[in-house]
């Protein structure tokens, strides 16, 4: 089982990215999927989480800029990054809580980051 994510990049204040992850391997199930992000020097943070049932958490700090969304069906998570500050830039991480084939409960199986600078 991994997540694998993908969208990061290099945006203008202002602008927006829209980050994808989706998870791949023996999935029974996902109870929550979420983004993280850790800036230079910065403790890994949350960004946003969603679970099953659209309940939806957001960091004060992007909230009405930062948007989470579920496609059920392909098992993935998107974030949908708009009005991009350069306190933004960080390595983002996509996150998981879900249950294998095997019904083994992985609480927070981690994918690798993928980088967003936000720079004039």
């Known amino acids: 089982v991994q997540l694998q994510a993908s969208g990061g990049g290099l945006v203008q204040p202002g602008g927006s990215l829209r980050l994808s992850c989706e998870a791949s391997?023996?999935?029974?199930?996902?109870?929550?999927m979420g983004w993280y992000r850790q800036g230079p020097g910065i403790q890994r943070e949350l960004v946003a989480s969603i679970v099953r049932g659209e309940i939806a958490n957001y960091a004060d700090s992007v909230k009405g800029r930062f948007t989470i969304s579920r496609d059920y069906a392909k098992n993935s998570v998107y974030l949908q990054m708009n009005s991009l500050e350069p306190e933004d830039t960080a390595v983002y991480y996509c996150?998981?809580?879900?249950?294998?084939?095997?019904?083994?409960?992985?609480?927070?199986?981690w994918g690798q980051g993928t980088q967003v600078t936000v720079s004039s």
């Open positions: 391997g023996s999935i029974f199930s996902i109870n929550a």
């Open positions: 996150n998981a809580d879900l249950i294998t084939t095997t019904m083994t409960r992985l609480f927070h199986l």
